[in-house]
Nanobody, 121 residues
Framework: QVQLVESGGGLVQPGGSLRLSCAAS????????MGWYRQAPGKQREFVAR???????SYTDSVKGRFTNSRDNAKNTVYLQMNNLKPEDTAVYYC???????????????WGQGTQVTVSS
């Protein structure tokens, strides 16, 4: 099985920064795409950022220029650096990883437990 453990959430003032981390562990052969979704109270979970194994990134429009998604393939870890945070960024942030357990298996999507990010003065 694959476990994803997130860390780095918390309370920050508007304009502040936070860095989220998410480490995948278990019997992993390969990790493909990794990334982040978020869910604000009363809203559906929404896509935030994605990074391929080669390092190609994509972002939802509302975070472009403020958030940076990166990864360490040797550690199967993905990071989300969040700068100039706004109150509307308040949500539970979930990481995900598309991982294959053997060379012949297709990747499946695994999720982290979620970490709360609150932006408030």
């Amino acid at each position: 099985q694959v476990q994803l453990v997130e860390s780095g959430g918390g309370l920050v003032q508007p304009g502040g920064s936070l860095r989220l981390s998410c480490a995948a562990s278990g019997s992993i052969f390969r990790v493909d795409n990794m990334g982040w979704y978020r869910q604000a109270p009363g809203k559906q979970r929404e896509f935030v950022a994605r990074i391929t194994r080669a390092g190609v990134t994509s972002y939802t429009d509302s975070v472009k220029g403020r958030f940076t998604n990166s990864r360490d393939n040797a550690k199967n870890t993905v990071y989300l650096q969040m700068n100039n945070l706004k109150p509307e960024d308040t949500a539970v942030y979930y990481c995900y990883a598309m991982a294959a357990l053997t060379a012949t298996m297709t990747s499946q999507t695994y999720w982290g437990q979620g970490t709360q990010v609150t932006v408030s003065s």
